[in-house]
Every structure is written in C-alpha cells, then in structure tokens.
C-alpha cells in the first residue's frame, strides 16, 4: 500500500463553504416555513387570518 500525498493543500484563508452556506440556509427557510404553517393552522383555527 502506498502512502498518497495531496496535490495541492488549501489553507484557511483559501476555504470558502459556500456549499455550507447553502444548505444551512435551505434549512433555515424549511424551519421558517414550517413555523408559519404550524401558526396559522394551529393557532389560528385552520384559517389563514390574522383577526380571527
């Protein structure tokens, strides 16, 4: 077995997690969106307004 060596290191001022970014942003509107789901159907009585 041989020992394999990285062609190119990145340091840590080179890294940039836009992937990262993405997903956690993904998430965040998911979890927004449920929230405002479980508001108005919940806590509302099943109607999608404000002055019940």
């Known amino acids: 077995m041989t020992d394999e060596q990285p062609v190119?290191?990145?340091g840590h001022d080179?890294?940039?997690p836009n992937?990262?970014?993405a997903l956690i942003l993904?998430?965040?509107l998911i979890l927004v969106g449920m929230w405002i789901?479980?508001?108005f159907v919940e806590f509302l009585g099943n109607e999608l307004t404000v002055i019940g």
């Open 8 to 10: 190119r290191e990145i």
């Open 14 to 16: 080179e890294f940039d």
């Open 19 to 21: 992937g990262t970014l």
């Open 26 to 28: 993904i998430y965040f």
């Open 37 to 39: 789901f479980m508001y």
